[in-house]
């Protein structure tokens, strides 16, 4: 068993940035990718960003890209994405999503990311 915890997200303004970070914890499991997705009010989930850990460059969604950006703490099992130049139409909640070799995904619990003046 993962469990995945999140961090960040909250209020910000039009041209603002945050950073959200997620940690993969348990034992005995060997990590195949993270990413965040984010979900509209009334939409589905929809792919942000991710990266596969046994790779070097992380992946974007097109909306996303040149804006935010996805690190990586190998040695803590954690991502980071940091936002810039946020717009109200970045507002969703956003979750990591955790797979590891032999298994579905793990989520997290969300966390809401709100753009607004």
């Known amino acids: 068993q993962v469990q995945v915890e999140e961090s960040g997200g909250g209020l910000v303004q039009p041209g603002g940035s945050l950073r959200l970070s997620c940690t993969a914890s348990?034992?005995?499991?060997?990590?195949?990718?993270m990413a965040w997705y984010r979900q509209f009010p009334g939409k589905e989930r929809e792919f942000v960003a991710q990266f596969d850990w046994a790779g070097t460059s992380p992946t974007y969604a097109r909306p996303v890209k040149g804006r935010f950006t996805l690190s990586r703490d190998g040695t803590k099992n954690t991502v980071h994405l940091q936002m810039n130049n946020l717009s109200p139409e970045d507002t969703a909640v956003y979750y990591c999503?955790?797979?590891?070799?032999?298994?579905?995904?793990?989520w997290g619990q969300g966390t809401q990311v709100t753009v607004s003046s």
């Open positions: 999503g955790v797979v590891i070799i032999g298994a579905n995904t793990f």
């Open positions: 348990g034992s005995n499991f060997r990590l195949l990718t």
